[in-house]
């Protein structure tokens, strides 16, 4: 498994997960951990809003269709919040419909990642996405 | 539609038009036999009347002619003889219906007399009656008297002239009409008819059986008009004496200027007619009849139930499967039975269309269920999937803590698997979605080149293992931007090409993308094995590999091709193969090429896959 990132790369940076599947959420958390994060988990919109209100998160990886507040209602929240509209939030979906990832963006998601999540590549793939943010490039810098 | 109909006919219209012509040709006929009947007997009649004419007219005729001839001879003998008396009583021998003579100048002296009856006189004369006529030679004859003596008698005036024939008296006589009375008051042909004698300058009655008429000085002028008939040019019917219709046969005198009358009413005439008469009437009366019950029955037996059975059919075609025949014009006959039978199958079809509507509805119903049934199995069978690839995929980067080569070989040979079981899911899950035509075709606008380039990164590592070569060629004349699925197009020739690397050992596969007017195809060749002619029939069908152990060399699902052959067709295309054992195989696709000129790019609706056939895809 080649990555291009060391292993600490996310190292005491906070992230909020939000996903109903268990199984896809602990695969999410494994990953980023490895990786150094502070992954704090949800498995619902409302108790990730929660959670996203008391750690700000550097960034927030969130499915879309929950029970109690899905995708929609967490990043309408979250823009609705001006403490949390900066916060970069990618969302993850199952159903790879047309139209989707624009309705993704217009919603206020950064951006888009389809799930299921592969171990091997997650990391890349969110880093590729989440370049444009000024902190993220400097996360970028080649491995030490 | 309706306009190509032939013009309809009536069957009854003609049946009727054939009666009433059949009935006016029976019509005719009787009408003609009852008109040649009553020509042939009124002809007979004029027949018998001219018999009777000629009898009794003709006689008194000859009669007053023969006594004409007679007083003239006389007269003349007069000049010549000193005896006068005696010449006259001679003629009155000679002529037992002359009762008196009497020669008598023009002035008006009497020369001689001698009556029949001694002490009877001759009637008194009266000379300016007749002078002027006599005088120019003529015969006169008076009106016909009956006053005197009882009898019937009429003077007559002869011209007595010396010889060289100027005239200077007359000879008188007065004739008893009686006998010709009698002879021409005897007529009685057909019962009623009579006879009768008018004079021809004022048409007053002469002679006629009742005699008070005649001494009234009757006239009958209509007589004398030449030819006043009722019926122009039918045999002298005519209005006759007594005033009603008659057949009538006239006779001039030719000794006197009077004109004879025999007539026979029609009635009497057509009398043994009549019988004949009465039949034919009623033959035409029966026939009207019969022609006016047969055209009822017809129309209500025929006519009215045919119309009523058009009528209902045209309802049922028009889709009023509801409708029923009216019975009441129907009676228990074929056209009965056939509206019922129509009756009867319109309840057929009535109840075939229900059970058809509902098993229509319940295979609506069954297709909604299997699709959220696919919807639902497709989350909840790739969801646990998904699960083990994740966790494998942490173990095997180490992401949970480090283990051992061991462990990872195993942990690696779970993953391998769980990926052939996805693999096969998501194939099944395709198949079930194209074949319950579910699967939804989303075209969007895409670039050839970009398409190629990535379908050739994704096998070249695949390729490169087994030391194959990739090529691919695009045609220049394929347009830069094509409209179509290009997740369902990837799928066809990922498929094709996986196949293509791994039937190959050694060698290459090579991908060309040609253009062709309003289609494209692709080509994936290989230098493969090839496929074995018998193999080509089944090759496209699900699980079928050439041969049963090629699965576990060569991996794969089995519905590899299977899913390529059916998103072919539902894409509007098709998926062809040729091969040569040893060789090599060559797979071309063919689909419709579209632009956005063509169509605007938008999903194109869940369409029905065709029935799979075996040789070609």
């Known amino acids: ?76 929240e979250m823009q609705h919040d001006p403490a949390l509209t900066h916060i970069p939030a990618i969302a993850l979906t199952a159903h790879a419909m047309v139209g989707d990832r624009e309705r993704a963006l217009s919603a206020g998601f950064h951006s888009y990642l389809p799930k299921p999540l592969t171990p091997a590549t997650f990391i890349n793939d969110l880093f590729r996405l989440l370049v444009d943010i000024p902190e993220f490039k400097i996360a970028l810098s080649p491995r030490s | 539609m309706q306009a190509n109909r032939r013009k309809s006919q009536s069957v009854a219209r003609l049946l009727s038009r054939l009666l009433v012509v059949l009935s006016a040709l029976g019509i005719l006929l009787a009408l003609t036999a009852i008109g040649a009947g009553t020509f042939s007997t009124v002809f007979a009649a004029q027949r018998i009347l001219e018999q009777e004419a000629q009898r009794a007219l003709g006689e008194f005729d000859l009669f007053v002619s023969d006594l004409r001839r007679d007083l003239l001879v006389t007269a003349a003998a007069l000049i010549h003889s000193n005896n006068d008396g005696q010449i006259l009583r001679q003629s009155l021998q000679r002529n037992p219906a002359i009762f008196s003579i009497t020669a008598i100048r023009l002035g008006g002296q009497l020369l001689e007399q001698r009556s029949r009856l001694a002490g009877v006189t001759a009637q008194p004369i009266n000379v300016q009656e007749w002078s002027s006529t006599v005088a120019a030679g003529g015969v006169y004859i008076g009106p016909v008297d009956s006053s005197a003596f009882g009898v019937p008698f009429v003077q007559l005036v002869v011209p007595a002239s010396f010889d060289d024939g100027t005239v200077y008296g007359a000879l008188v006589a007065d004739v008893d009409l009686t006998a010709m009375q009698a002879l021409v008051s005897e007529v009685g042909v057909y019962g009623s008819g009579y006879a009768y004698i008018l004079n021809r300058a004022d048409g007053r009655l002469l002679v006629y059986r009742d005699l008070a008429r005649v001494q009234a000085g009757e006239t009958f002028r209509e007589a004398l008009t030449v030819d006043r008939r009722v019926f122009p040019g039918l045999l002298g019917i005519t209005m006759g004496l007594n005033g009603e219709m008659v057949v009538s046969i006239r006779k001039d005198f030719r000794s006197v200027n009077w004109v004879g009358v025999v007539e026979a009413p029609l009635w009497q005439v057509l009398r043994p007619y009549q019988p004949v008469l009465i039949v034919l009437v009623t033959v035409l009366i029966v026939i009207v009849v019969l022609v006016v019950v047969t055209l009822r029955f017809v129309r209500q037996r025929v006519t009215m139930p045919l119309n009523a059975l058009r009528h209902s059919v045209e309802e049922l075609r028009a889709g009023n499967m509801a409708h029923r025949v009216n019975g009441k014009y129907f009676h228990p006959d074929e056209i009965g039975l056939l509206g019922e039978t129509l009756n009867e199958m319109a309840e057929q079809v009535e109840t075939r269309n229900r059970t058809l509507e509902w098993a229509n509805q319940m295979a609506q119903e069954s297709s909604r269920v299997k699709s959220e049934f696919l919807a639902t199995m497709s989350h909840e069978l790739r969801t646990p999937l998904n699960a083990i690839l994740g966790f494998s995929g942490v173990l095997l980067g180490g992401m949970a803590g480090k283990i051992d080569e061991k462990a990872h070989k195993l942990i690696s040979r779970v993953e391998v698997n769980a990926r052939r079981l996805l693999s096969l899911i998501n194939d099944v899950l395709d198949i079930s979605k194209i074949e319950a035509g579910r699967m939804e075709l989303i075209e969007t606008s895409i670039s050839p080149a970009q398409l190629v380039e990535a379908w050739k990164a994704e096998i070249e590592v695949m390729a490169a293992e087994k030391g194959l070569t990739v090529t691919t060629e695009i045609d220049p004349a394929l347009p830069p931007q094509l409209v179509i699925d290009k997740d369902r197009l990837t799928q066809i020739v990922s498929n094709l090409l996986s196949n293509a690397v791994k039937f190959t050992e050694k060698g290459g596969v090579r991908l060309t993308w040609t253009a062709r007017g309003k289609i494209f195809t692709i080509q994936v060749e290989d230098t493969g094995v090839g496929i074995p002619p018998h193999a080509m029939n089944y090759i496209f069908e699900e699980f079928r590999q050439v041969d049963g152990s090629y699965r576990r060399v060569y991996g794969g699902t089995g519905l590899g091709l299977a899913i390529v052959r059916h998103l072919c067709r539902l894409m509007g295309g098709m998926v062809q193969v040729s091969s040569e054992l040893g060789k090599g195989s060559t797979f071309t696709v063919t689909l419709p090429l579209k632009t956005i000129a063509d169509e605007p790019v938008q999903p194109v609706q869940p369409v029905q896959p065709v029935q799979s056939t075996a040789s070609e895809g």
Not at chain 1, 39 to 55: C, E, F, M, S, W
Request: aromatic share 10%; with cysteine.
């Open chain 1, 1 to 76: 498994m080649s990555s291009e990132f060391a292993s600490d790369v996310l190292h005491e940076w906070v992230v909020v997960v939000i996903d109903d599947e268990p199984d896809s959420l602990e695969v999410a958390q494994l990953v980023l951990e490895y990786y150094g994060a502070d992954v704090k988990t949800a498995v619902n919109g409302a108790d990730g809003l929660a959670a996203i209100r008391q750690y700000r998160p550097r960034f927030v990886v969130c499915d879309i269709s929950m029970p109690v507040l899905d995708g929609w209602g967490v990043i309408r």
